[in-house]
């Protein structure tokens, strides 16, 4: 005798019984037709009925019991089959664990903190434009009905970021529905040994949209590679051509796997790269194998965001490790002729890059998809190409320009370049803005997703204009060059005014930027306009605009973000004495 027997399963009531069973008030278990129509072959109806919030609610809550009996059921049977112990290494875990057994808190809905139509609404507004910019997710795996019914957190955090980007960061459901994240992910961490798909995809959503996701990426980092993930992208690619056969549903969740996998990777290599350290995981890949998934029958149009990314990063973390000496925190000095070759290299590979995810980004079917795609290519080669050359003169420890060899020179030249180009990129508006389901209005493709954009973008977009602005003015370029480049960079302040809602910092540091330039710009004209009436002109000081202009570097770059190139200068010869700190002296 079982000392321990099952309790006897109960019914699920049939919320909608059908036209016969209802007419004979006789109960009916709600399937399409019902046992009682079937058995008597007759016609099973059912009236069309709109269910209320309280149904509704009723109706997850039986769906997320259901699904947690059969993964306890499942779990049950597995651990028969497998000795304690010996379980094996190549398992990818794809299931989440049940609610006693995780103690998971409930859901924003079924707290009654939101509403289901509020979750509705934010949801959709999350895959109208952050999943561009987070691409972890499937949009036929994790709708809102789906993500509900397999994990709280995940569903908290989309809603979450949804909201953000409606309702705007300072609102207090914002924030309120940050503050129950927040404690999901606490309990997440004390309490689970084994986290889930989900539970990695809700720290990696919520590290893309913190300011200081650093820490939190690396958690999601080591979940993974708990769960087995990079397994999962070997396994997929062992299959081989997918061109001639059919793809079973394995196949499907092994990439579902592989593309979380890779945005994971790419939010670690971003966050490294651009927070001034070399990344902490090698990515141990080649652009054959990334490419060889864009073949698969399941690669949708944010793979090929998400796939060319990681290539692009890759690349730029490898030049980065021969500039750096593959020291994070302190680079060992490299030869003019070393230098050279690393960039050159990497220029080469950076180019190539673009030519050839352009050809395969033409390939998308849908023209908004297909222009949004190539639009993105050229701002992350420039962007790339700027940091690249400004990462390779901060290695020589000198950042006043006055000071600077021509070779150095040349260096801070290509960075002003790429920036301005960058700066174009981010303009360009797509041949029909209003074909996107993202934007309504005319103008930049890019600026308009800004809504959904992660602080990242943002901090990126300013630090940008910032830097082309400063080079533009310390290379000393005409003032007609810097006249341009501050319209460009008003226009950008102006397109981003319609998509902003609420406070953002770094929208106040791109404006503080422009006013100024402005100020210091003033102050050049005139130097430029006049620059015989004094032959000692070149020895004296800089004004007080364009010297506080110089020395603009807002704290969010120093201690958030450690974008290179920030702390140049051009001191004249002459008056390098004035700056004597006369103190260390004494």
Partial sequence: MDPHPSPRPRKRRAINACVNCRTSKVRCDGNHPCQRCDRNDAVCQYHDTVKDENVLRIERLEAQVAALNDQLTHRDSRNSRTPMGHASATTVSMTPHSLSERNVAPSAVDAGFITWDQAERWFQSFFSGSQYLVPIFCEKHDDIASVSSRSAILFDAIVSIGCRAEEGFNTSVYRQLQARVRDHITNLLINTNSPAVEDIQAIALVAAYSENGFVL?????????????????????????????LITTDEQELYRLSRIWHGICNLELFFSLDGGKLPGLTLHTSPRKIRSLLAHPERTAVDIRLLSQVELNVIRAEAY???????????????DDQLQSTLDDASVELSLWLEEWTNIALTEPARYQRAVAIQNLHIQREWAIMTLYLKAVSSSGIENIAFMTEFQRDFIRIAKEAASRHLHCMLESSSSPNSSPASTTPGSTYLSTFRWTLDYVWAKCAVSVLLVLKLAILLRDPVPTVMSLLRDAHNVLEELKTVTVGHIAYFQILQTSIEKCEAALREYAVEQENPDLDPAAALEPHGVAEDEFQGYVPGEFVFEWVFPGLNLKHMPLGWQGLFVDIDSLL
């Fill in 217 to 245: 990426v690396a958690t999601a980092l080591r979940f993974a590679m708990q769960l087995g993930l990079p397994l999962a992208v070997d396994r997929l690619v062992a299959k081989g051509n997918t061109r001639s056969r």
């Fill in 321 to 335: 490790t021969k500039i750096m000496g593959g020291s994070s925190n302190f680079p060992t000095q490299n030869s």
